[in-house]
């Protein structure tokens, strides 16, 4: 199974910066990664998927990049309703993998 | 508008087992699949597996081959989670999520389970 290390696991950061998120996987893989938004007490919110395409209704400062075994989530300017987790997730036809997380919390 | 209802808390007893429901509403219920995620107090996301209600075909998590059962019901557009054997660190807040380009698009509510 592929697994999947996020970058860092807590990022203290002020509205207005630039915020970006490192997922790694074990092994190489097509990009059938998506990045999610959780917030406290609530259901993962779907970001990003196939590594770059921006879910309907997400704000564009979110985008995301990378192929092979290293992925970014990056925000372009830091919104107060950004403060959250952000997972990684790798998909193959018969298994997903999620990262560890990474939390964005206010400096 | 596309919406996942899941069923409520339960509280369960070691080597128990508990049945959680996850009805699709807004879309044709057998074009996607359904997956589901838990998450343990003040932890991640883990994977358990995923369903295709077209056909029935599953494929769980190595962690919980053996003691999950996940199935639907066409007729009223739901899946169901079951684990066996429930353990104490079976205690979680159990989701069901559509997938859909490799991502689950669309997750229901949570359901809470206290082992």
């Known amino acids: 199974d592929i697994q999947l290390t996020q970058s860092p696991s807590t990022l203290s950061s002020s509205v207005g910066d630039r915020v970006t998120i490192t997922c790694r996987a074990s092994?190489?893989?097509?990009?059938?990664l998506a990045w999610y938004q959780q917030k406290p007490g609530k259901a993962p919110k779907l970001l990003i998927y196939?590594?770059?395409i921006l879910e309907d209704g997400v704000p564009s400062r979110f985008s995301g990049s990378g192929s092979g075994t290293e992925f970014t989530l990056t925000i372009s300017s830091l919104q107060p309703d950004d403060f959250a987790t952000y997972y990684c997730?790798?998909?193959?036809?018969?298994?997903?993998?999620f990262g560890p997380g990474t939390k964005v919390d206010i400096k | 508008q596309v919406h996942l209802r899941q069923s409520g808390a339960e509280v369960k007893k070691p080597g128990a087992s508990v049945k959680v429901s996850c009805q699709a509403s807004?879309?044709?219920?057998?074009?996607?699949?359904i997956s589901w995620v838990r998450q343990a107090p003040g932890q991640g996301l883990e994977w358990m597996g995923w369903?295709?209600?077209?056909?029935?075909?599953?494929h769980s998590a190595q962690n919980f081959q053996g003691r999950v059962t996940m199935t639907t019901d066409t007729s009223t557009s739901t899946a169901y989670l079951e684990l066996r054997t429930l353990r104490f660190d079976d205690t979680a807040v159990y989701f069901c999520?559509?997938?859909?380009?490799?991502?689950?698009?669309?997750w229901g509510q949570g359901a809470t389970v206290t082992v």
């Open positions: 999520a559509r997938m859909r380009n490799g991502g689950l698009d669309v």
């Open positions: 807004g879309y044709i219920f057998t074009t996607q699949g």
């Open positions: 369903i295709g209600p077209y056909n029935g075909d599953t």
């Open positions: 092994q190489s893989f097509s990009s059938w």
């Open positions: 196939k590594a770059s």
């Open positions: 997730q790798q998909y193959n036809p018969y298994s997903l993998t």
